[in-house]
């Protein structure tokens, strides 16, 4: 948290030396890494948590006063959960994220047989803030056509594409 504090005030103090590209691309490259390191366990952040992060990314704004829109931070988190939402899907993590997600399949022909995930029963409300109710429930809030693409490079691109 200092490192963030000092690289925050960093960026404001010498904004007057910076054209607005400089400073969006120091934002991009200094700021964003550090709000979005902790991944998927940014999901279950609270709302007190979601507002601190707002208030960054809005002041970051304020400084840029760049034309350029600028990533949201929380779009960026829930577009990394469903690229690892993905890759489990893909088999292409460990093997203990291989299963991690299963499809919901049933013998009614429907738009989202197969494309949709089950989402786990949850008996206590700390459980809904688990990866694997999250992250299915945000995968499944992608477009269909995004969730039917078999390739996985074109799946993250497609879900890169959705969160910008």
């Given at each position: 948290l200092i490192s963030f504090v000092d690289k925050y005030k960093y960026l404001g103090n010498i904004l007057d030396n910076l054209t607005d590209e400089a400073a969006e691309k120091i934002y991009k490259m200094m700021i964003i890494p550090?709000?979005?390191y902790t991944g998927t366990a940014s999901l279950s952040?609270?709302?007190?948590?979601?507002?601190?992060?707002?208030?960054?990314?809005?002041?970051?704004?304020?400084?840029?006063?760049?034309?350029a829109p600028l990533p949201k931070i929380y779009s960026l988190i829930k577009r990394e959960a469903c690229i690892f939402v993905g890759k489990c899907l893909d088999s292409s993590t460990c093997e203990n994220f291989n299963n991690y997600f299963d499809l919901f399949k049933h013998n009614i022909r429907t738009r989202n047989n197969g494309?949709?995930?089950?989402?786990?029963?949850?008996?206590?409300?700390?459980?809904?803030?688990?990866?694997?109710?999250?992250?299915?429930?945000?995968?499944n809030e992608l477009p269909l056509e995004i969730r039917k693409t078999s390739d996985f490079e074109e799946f993250s691109n497609l879900t890169k594409q959705h969160f910008n």
């Amino acid at each position: 948290l200092i490192s963030f504090v000092d690289k925050y005030k960093y960026l404001g103090n010498i904004l007057d030396n910076l054209t607005d590209e400089a400073a969006e691309k120091i934002y991009k490259m200094m700021i964003i890494p550090l709000l979005t390191y902790t991944g998927t366990a940014s999901l279950s952040f609270t709302s007190t948590q979601l507002n601190k992060l707002k208030s960054i990314e809005n002041r970051a704004r304020q400084i840029i006063s760049s034309n350029a829109p600028l990533p949201k931070i929380y779009s960026l988190i829930k577009r990394e959960a469903c690229i690892f939402v993905g890759k489990c899907l893909d088999s292409s993590t460990c093997e203990n994220f291989n299963n991690y997600f299963d499809l919901f399949k049933h013998n009614i022909r429907t738009r989202n047989n197969g494309y949709q995930l089950k989402l786990p029963k949850i008996k206590l409300v700390i459980g809904k803030k688990a990866f694997r109710f999250l992250g299915a429930k945000i995968y499944n809030e992608l477009p269909l056509e995004i969730r039917k693409t078999s390739d996985f490079e074109e799946f993250s691109n497609l879900t890169k594409q959705h969160f910008n």
